[in-house]
């Protein structure tokens, strides 16, 4: 329980620090201080994280990653429109 | 045994993702397009993510989140040395 409590706290502060960037890309509707490359790479990685929280059914993990590919989602359609 | 393989593509992929900003940060001894809230919180977060791993027994996890905690540490003391 305790260990499920680190966790989700890894998540939130995880996430959380994806956030300003994510936000500052949606209200300049501009990313060009990011890279393409890095952010394919880490939505790669961080899928792969996901999935592999599926497997060891680690509940926080699964969270976590899903919703940080979903921000890197959004970051990276921003760098592909308006490139 | 497939799991951890997919585990450790995630935590090469992640890391991967981390390494042309430290490796920017490091060069040009600047890091002055970087958050230092932002990677605090980050490196507080990845820290919780190696805990996490280490208490439900996952190498990828704990691997791959000492590696991005050094990086993060790395990019941390580059920021408050040279503000």
Redo the contacts between chains.
């Keep these: 329980m305790y ?1 499920e409590l ?2 989700y ?9 994806f956030v ?2 994510a936000y500052k890309i949606w209200k300049t509707k501009s990313a060009d ?1 990011v ?1 393409l490359t ?2 394919l ?2 939505f ?3 899928s ?2 996901g ?2 929280g599926f ?2 059914e ?1 509940k ?1 993990m699964i969270l976590a990653n899903c919703i940080t590919a979903s921000l890197l989602i959004m970051i990276i359609y921003f760098k592909i429109k308006h490139k």
């Design positions: 260990v680190i966790g706290m890894a998540a939130i502060l995880t996430t959380a620090a300003p960037q201080g890279s890095m952010y790479i880490m790669t990685g961080v792969l994280w999935i592999y497997f060891i680690s926080p």
